[in-house]
């Protein structure tokens, strides 16, 4: 049996853990404005992404705004999940490519969307100048805003999707049983549904979490050229200044935080729900 | 004896010649551009590839890439016997940096025929010069009656919160900020300050050139720094913009082609650079794309001309790049722009 997660294992070695072995060959070398790469074996990159505080900055931008957007995400999705898992209907395959929809439109065509409706002379701002609500134009392009609610649009159908999942395998008689001895309906949410959606809610934040944190597209374009993230900055390096090595060990970085935050959150939540 | 194989291609071989086909096709083998694709990658396929390339029995064949990709893959294969391009197109920045890593042929009048037609000023000895713009002050006609004369007018006051930079052209804004500070292309230093300042007087950023089209579009800005070419594109595009040539001077930009060392075929290399410079391709890159040509007898329709040429006293003002400078300090300059200016 064990054979059969082999290919997969395989696949993943050569794709994943062959380049990531290159790329921190390459985050020990040097710089040079002219060759581009000087082969070296030095700590410079790293110690120079740690303890430079415009980096420094950018890490707590990103855990910042990946950790609020997994939040929102969660509370948005929260309800949509319960209502998808709890449904009987024969439309419900229906609702969940509905779900599943927003996933088949690629990052960038998305943003460029919103950034459609969020621009300065853009949907939302003309509607509001017609209704007279604003008597200006408001600024969402490139804005902290404009970048969670993209982030938000792209990640909220997996965090959907691993929630229903979860939700749909509790009993619906554990409800029942809860209401039948007096509790009310917020009273079995935070008593039996949430506790029990558990292993949801942690797989679903952990995905979300990971995803806005490596998020590039939406930042990039709907946050604009002043609003900074690990991986538009990691692009920066790499192709605005060429300089492969430092790139790379702003790479290593976002993942050794991004690692640490899920293992972190994993073990936290494991360790709950292992005690009760 | 004559076999039926040999019999048949000698009669096809009778039959191209009288006919008057292209028998050089052989001779002149596949060339590999390695370019960037859009509209500039579109325009070498219908102005150069098919009608001057192909009649001479050449296949032409687009490694389509950014710029970087391309840097990093000459660089990567200059080891190695045979590159996998014949031709590299890359701007004149680029390929100075490329080229200290020894990787280009030297490119004289043996083999581009039509090198004596080039402008000297834009000459290179690593490169052809393919096509040219200058970097000049764009401006919205509905909104500015009095133009700014100089790079030093934009920080101006009165324009606060109206002059909108693309950040793509990082180094181009630096190096407007350096020569209005009393600096120039070999002496940054004077951006720093000025650029903190224009930083005090809003001056918008936009991600691409694109987007700051629109912002010009929708008269969010009304002012910016830019190649003159984009400029003509986009008033071709129906936005109301005019140019000023900085008193200053205009930094040059010349998209440059390049044989590289190891190009698997050199003679079909160099004759696609001839064939970049010929005359009348020169024009049509003029008319579609508004790069002024870089050879001596192109000359433009008047009207044309007019829009994207430079006039004899504003091409004195015309500054070539310290390439050496300007690679060297390259970290720097990306440094600040993203460390101080925009944070």
Same mark, same amino acid.
């Given at each position: ?276 | 004896?004559? !076999?039926?194989?040999?019999?048949? !291609? ?207 579009? !929708? ?38 082609? !390049? ?85």
């Amino acid at each position: 049996m064990a054979l059969l997660v082999v290919p997969a294992c395989l696949l993943v070695l050569a794709l994943l853990i062959g380049p990531m072995i290159l790329m921190f060959r390459i985050s020990l070398n040097q710089f040079s404005p002219t060759q581009l790469m000087v082969q070296a074996l030095s700590p410079d990159n790293y110690i120079k992404a740690a303890t430079d505080p415009y980096y420094q900055q950018i890490i707590l931008a990103t855990l910042g705004i990946a950790l609020l957007c997994t939040l929102l995400t969660l509370i948005l999705a929260f309800p949509a999940a319960y209502w998808l898992g709890r449904m009987e209907s024969r439309w419900k395959s229906l609702v969940v490519i509905a779900t599943l929809f927003p996933l088949l439109v690629g990052n960038v065509v998305r943003s460029a969307g919103w950034m459609a409706l969020f621009a300065r002379d853009g949907l939302v701002n003309t509607s509001l100048l017609k209704l007279g609500v604003i008597s200006a134009p408001l600024e969402i392009m490139y804005t902290t805003k404009a970048v969670i609610i993209g982030i938000i649009a792209v990640v909220l159908p997996y965090m959907i999707l691993t929630l229903s999942a979860v939700i749909e395998s509790i009993p619906r008689d554990l409800e029942y049983a809860a209401a039948n001895l007096g509790a009310s309906g917020a009273r079995v949410f935070w008593r039996v549904i949430l506790p029990l959606s558990g292993p949801g809610v942690a797989a679903g934040s952990i995905l979300v979490f990971v995803l806005c944190m490596n998020t590039y597209a939406t930042a990039v374009l709907l946050g604009g050229p002043r609003f900074k993230m690990m991986a538009p900055a990691v692009y920066d390096q790499f192709v605005r200044g060429n300089n492969w090595p430092m790139g790379a060990a702003l790479a290593f970085m976002l993942l050794a935080v991004t690692m640490a935050f899920t293992v972190f959150g994993s073990v936290a939540f494991a360790r709950k729900y292992r005690t009760g | 004896m004559i !076999s039926r194989r040999h019999f048949l !291609s000698a009669s096809a071989g009778v039959a191209a010649l009288a006919s008057g086909m292209p028998t050089a096709r052989a001779e002149g083998g596949q060339v590999v551009v390695g370019t960037w694709g859009g509209d500039y990658g579109q325009l070498l396929s219908d102005i150069i590839d098919k009608p001057i390339m192909a009649p001479k029995g050449f296949e032409i064949v687009q490694d389509v890439a950014n710029a970087d990709p391309r840097k990093t893959k000459l660089l990567a294969e200059r080891q190695s016997r045979r590159g996998s391009m014949d031709v590299s197109c890359l701007s004149d920045n680029d390929a100075y940096i490329v080229s200290q890593s020894d990787v280009f042929e030297k490119i004289d009048a043996a083999q581009v025929k039509r090198l004596d037609k080039v402008f000297p000023e834009l000459k290179s000895d690593i490169a052809i010069p393919h096509i040219y713009s200058a970097q000049v002050i764009l401006y919205n006609t509905n909104q500015v009656k009095t133009p700014p004369q100089s790079f030093a007018d934009l920080w101006d006051p009165k324009w606060r919160g109206k002059i909108g930079l693309a950040d793509i052209l990082y180094p181009n804004n630096t190096l407007a900020a350096a020569l209005a500070g009393g600096g120039g292309v070999s002496n940054l230093d004077p951006a720093e300050k000025k650029l903190m300042e224009w930083r005090s007087l809003d001056v918008k950023i936009y991600p691409s050139n694109e987007a700051l089209a629109a912002a010009l579009k !929708s008269e969010e800005v009304w002012l910016t720094t830019m190649w003159l070419a984009r400029g003509f594109m986009w008033k071709k595009s129906g936005i109301p913009l005019a140019h000023v040539v900085p008193k200053e001077g205009t930094p040059a930009i010349v998209f440059q082609a !390049s044989v590289p060392k190891n190009a698997k075929n050199k003679a079909g290399g160099f004759a696609y650079l001839d064939a970049m410079l010929d005359a009348k391709a020169q024009g049509g890159f003029a008319d579609k794309m508004g790069y002024v040509p870089t050879v001596t007898d192109a000359p433009l329709p008047e009207d044309l001309a007019k829009q994207v040429s430079l006039t004899e006293a504003e091409r004195a003002r015309l500054l070539k790049p310290d390439y050496a400078y300007a690679a060297g300090r390259s970290q720097r300059t990306l440094d600040f722009w993203n460390k101080e200016f925009k944070a």
